[in-house]
């Protein structure tokens, strides 16, 4: 059974900084395209960030600059570092594996970032 489970989100303030835990069981991350992606209330699921297997990474025009995503293959977990955070970077944030040639599409249950004072 695959399980991604996403930590670390919180409250912070504006301009802080956050780092988004997703770590995989099941699968082998280094196998997949990781991706974080955001929902903010009201707003549609976006892309924030993502890394290919090959290790190659992109992002939002939104955050780029801010938001680093890494792997660490020994702990099987995807990170996301988020720096000088902004009121709206306020979302639930989720983890996604994706390897189309074999079907599988696993999300994990989102873990929330406010940014606010």
């Known amino acids: 059974q695959v399980q991604l489970v996403e930590s670390g989100g919180g409250l912070v303030q504006p301009g802080g900084s956050l780092r988004l835990s997703c770590t995989a069981s099941?699968?082998?991350?280094?196998?997949?395209?990781m991706t974080w992606h955001r929902q903010a209330p009201g707003k549609q699921r976006e892309l924030v960030a993502g890394?290919?297997?090959?290790?190659?990474?992109y992002y939002a025009d939104s955050v780029k600059g801010r938001f680093t995503i890494s792997r660490e293959n020994a702990k099987n977990t995807v990170y996301l570092q988020m720096n000088s955070l902004k009121p709206e970077d306020t979302a639930v944030y989720y983890c996604?594996?994706?390897?189309?040639?074999?079907?599988?599409?696993?999300w994990g249950q989102g873990t929330q970032v406010t940014v606010s004072s």
């Open positions: 099941g699968i082998t991350v280094s196998m997949y395209a």
């Open positions: 996604n594996a994706n390897r189309a040639a074999w079907g599988h599409d696993f």
């Open positions: 890394i290919t297997s090959g290790g190659s990474t």
